[in-house]
């Protein structure tokens, strides 16, 4: 019979072993900055009921049309989502269990979301956001923080320049003014629009301003502008944060076209975008959205939060040489079986106590062998305790790397005694890791 071979789902990857220090990196590092800031980790079931979304993200949005995994649970009939986004779901949680009652939430989450997208080079069917939601706070303050705090990660990330655009969708009575002014011209317009821009005209008309048909570019540049709808006190929120934004030098465009294609937004909305990943350069997005927790059952709470798309920003930090690469252990102890193995064992042992990360050569094999294997396993150092130097009280330290910039201890093989070997290769593998 021949043999069935397996295959992931399309446009869903496996995080490999090799790429799981870039991924740690990319989590403790926001997560660091995100705790400066007084915010705490939320974690919500991949599944939600699928109204949670069509009534958070809206029921014309391309994500709530055509890219949910949704199916019915056959144990109960069900109606249930695979999350496409956490914000309605974080939302959704809050509610369920009162966290807005008296105070407010300052909250991240990290984990997988499910869109039925077409797969390409950054779009993916299960990717990964870290995000963050801040509730009960009404702004500009805390839109303009949360830019500081994104701005922040950048940095310590250090995935090179990003380009912020930011814009501002107003308060729901202004959009809905603007939108029946976009419905009229786009009426007057009928003949330029496409068949999509027909079918968005009455339910989504927003989103034939993202057209990428060059046909309709003329039209769209011509087509009324939110900012001309925009009352007073909008304004002056959005220039409350272009003023707190700029006092914390961070460079930004304010990108009038930007929509978003979510539908809980209001006022603030921004992305972070790298012209080095080409088509799908958008590494993070984000914005206000007051309406939110009161559509979604609760009483109303105005609320802020954006989410990266984590393989984008992986994708980037290697693009820009910033990834860090997997190493499995910091020392390979090599050994000649029989007793020698016992003392590796156990000279293992009190390396660990010190923290250090520790491979022991497993069964037997020829020191050739060994070596080949220290060398695969990404080990900065090999101790070889064997031969008359053990029988000694000895054991043989090597450095496996080269490093530029320090002085590598055991650049030459170096013998050390075997109770004073734990602390000296302890200080050795601080002193290469940094
Ligand atoms: P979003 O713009 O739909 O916003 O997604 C945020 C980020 O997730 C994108 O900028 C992108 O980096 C990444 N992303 C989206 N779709 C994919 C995909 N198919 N493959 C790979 N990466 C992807 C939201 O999801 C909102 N919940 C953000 C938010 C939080 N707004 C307020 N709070």
């Not at 912020?164 to 969708?169: A, F, G, Q, S, V």
């Not at 088509?279 to 609320?303: H, K, S």
Request: charged share 25%; hydrophobic share 40%.
């Amino acid at each position: 019979m021949a043999k069935e071979k397996f295959t992931g789902v399309k446009g869903m990857n496996d995080m490999l072993p090799q790429d799981a220090a870039v991924w740690q990196y990319v989590q403790r590092t926001c997560i660091d900055v995100l705790e400066r800031y007084g915010y705490q980790e939320i974690r919500t079931p991949i599944l939600e009921n699928t109204r949670v979304f069509t009534r958070g993200v809206g029921e014309v949005t391309d994500i709530v049309e055509k890219e949910m995994y949704s199916f019915v649970d056959s144990m109960n009939g069900d109606q249930l989502t695979l999350r496409p986004e956490c914000t309605s779901a974080v939302v959704r949680a809050v509610n369920e269990h009162n966290l807005l009652y008296g105070t407010n939430q300052r909250l991240w989450y990290f984990g997988p979301m499910f869109r039925h997208e077409r797969p390409q080079r950054g779009r993916y069917r299960q990717f990964h956001q870290l995000g963050a939601e801040a509730l009960g706070m009404e702004g500009p303050d805390i839109d303009a923080e949360m830019i500081m705090m994104l701005a922040r990660m950048w940095k310590a990330l250090g995935v090179g320049p990003v380009r912020l655009e930011m814009n501002t969708l107003g308060a729901l009575e202004e959009r809905q003014a603007h939108r029946e002014a976009l419905i009229r011209y786009f009426e007057e317009n009928q003949d330029v629009l496409d068949e999509d821009a027909r079918r968005r005209l009455y339910t989504n008309p927003l989103r034939i301003l993202d057209t990428k048909n060059p046909d309709m570019q003329a039209l769209v540049e011509g087509a009324p502008k939110l900012l001309d709808f925009l009352g007073e006190k909008s304004r002056g929120f959005l220039n409350r944060l272009e003023e707190l934004v700029s006092a914390a030098g961070i460079e930004y465009v304010i990108n009038p076209r930007l929509v978003r294609g979510l539908d809980y937004y209001n006022h603030t909305v921004f992305e972070w975008i790298t012209d080095r990943l080409g088509a799908q350069g958008t590494i993070c997005g984000g914005g206000r959205y007051d309406p939110l927790v009161e559509m979604l059952g609760g009483r109303p709470a105005p609320g802020v939060g954006f989410a990266m798309g984590v393989e984008r920003v992986i994708e980037l930090l290697r693009e820009v040489g910033q990834a860090p690469t997997s190493t499995q252990s910091d020392v390979y102890v090599i050994h000649h079986g029989g007793d020698t193995q016992t003392r590796a064992l156990l000279l293992a042992e009190a390396m660990r106590d010190r923290g250090v990360r520790v491979i022991v050569h497993p069964g037997s094999g020829s020191i050739k062998s060994q070596m080949k294997k220290a060398d695969a396993s990404g080990a900065e150092f090999a101790v070889f305790a064997a031969g008359d130097e053990l029988a000694q009280g000895k054991v043989a330290v090597k450095c496996l790397r080269e490093h530029n910039n320090i002085v590598v201890p055991f650049a030459e093989q170096t013998l050390v005694d075997v109770d004073e070997a734990p602390a000296a290769i302890e200080a050795a593998v601080a002193a290469v890791r940094g």
